[in-house]
């Protein structure tokens, strides 16, 4: 079975840094990719497509346009850790921040597409002064 832990969300002040983990077990597969998506409270997941993921096999990422320059992702294929810095954070980036890992996916320049997902419960991020 699948386990995905996410930990490492708070509260950040506008213009603050944060480091997100995601840590995967049980994976009995061999291509997968691990990516991270968010829900705002009270909305829709805006990027359907994630914010960010990674290729297992060779480390090949995406970013969606809303986080390009600011997040970054990197893998721990060791420890099947995945980790996600948040910097120059903004109040609109509050959300619930969840990792998944992917099955049967394609790595796309502006998406993240799986036909399975594996996910964690999340972890809050919260930015405000």
């Known amino acids: 079975e699948v386990q995905v832990v996410e930990s490492g969300g708070g509260l950040v002040q506008p213009g603050g840094s944060l480091e997100l983990s995601c840590a995967a077990s049980?994976?009995?597969?061999?291509?997968?990719?691990i990516g991270w998506f968010r829900r705002a409270p009270g909305k829709e997941r805006e990027e359907p497509q994630g914010l960010s993921c990674i290729r297992s096999r060779d480390g090949r990422t995406m970013y969606t346009d809303s986080v390009k320059g600011r997040f970054t992702i990197a893998s721990d294929g060791a420890k099947n850790t995945v980790y996600m810095r948040l910097n120059s954070l903004k109040p609109e980036d509050t959300a619930v921040y969840y990792c998944?890992?992917?099955?049967?996916?394609?790595?796309?320049?502006?998406?993240?597409?799986?036909?399975?997902?594996?996910w964690g419960n999340g972890t809050l991020v919260t930015v405000s002064s």
């Open positions: 049980g994976i009995t597969f061999d291509d997968y990719a």
């Open positions: 998944a890992v992917l099955q049967d996916y394609a790595v796309e320049e502006y998406g993240c597409y799986y036909n399975t997902a594996y």
